[in-house]
């Protein structure tokens, strides 16, 4: 792909870019940075890019990274640890905590691929079903499917552990 391709290609997507960062960080000025320094790495490391399948999947990844690091970088540590400290939940809420987010975990991976990716895409990440459709290069309604189909999975999944299923409705 050319340079002046390549920049157009970026340019197109750098709306969108700029609506996640800003989604991401809470600010349109530092949303405006983190797109900058996201397409900036990409130009750089341009020649890694015939690795990938998607070029707008890779523009939203780095940008995502980009985002959380700039979060990371300028939070002050002092307020982070104190609201920490202040929260602080019990010991035994933050074994159930741990315990439940394992088994949600465990359940989500053991996903088929195409279900996990999409599913992972609109309920962690946050995307509208256009935009996964756009990414995965598939219609709205697979999406839709396989939405349908991992979440079904899940419900069956969890409805077999105690902590989720309701009283006498565990599943053997």
Not at 5 to 17: D, V
Not at 73 to 82: D, G, K, Q, V
Request: contains cysteine.
């Amino acid at each position: 792909m050319s340079y002046n391709r390549l920049t157009q290609l970026l340019e197109t997507l750098r709306p969108q870019l700029l609506s996640q960062a800003t989604h991401i960080v809470g600010d349109q000025d530092d949303a405006e940075d983190v797109v900058q320094e996201s397409l900036l790495r990409l130009l750089v490391h341009r020649q890694e890019w015939e690795h990938y399948s998607s070029l707008e999947a890779l523009c939203r990844t780095v940008v995502h990274h980009q985002a959380i690091d700039f979060l990371r970088r300028t939070r002050p540590r002092a307020e982070i640890e104190e609201a920490d400290r202040l929260l602080a939940p019990s010991t035994e809420d933050e074994i159930e905590h741990a315990e439940v987010q394992a088994l949600l975990t465990s359940a989500i991976d053991s996903l088929p691929t195409k279900q996990r990716l999409i599913f992972r895409l609109k309920e962690v990440e946050g995307y509208e079903v256009e935009e996964i459709a756009r990414i995965a290069g598939l219609s709205p309604e697979a999406i839709y499917n396989n939405l349908s189909r991992a979440r079904s999975a899940l419900r069956s999944r969890l409805l077999m552990h105690k902590d989720f299923a309701p009283y006498g409705t565990r599943y053997k």
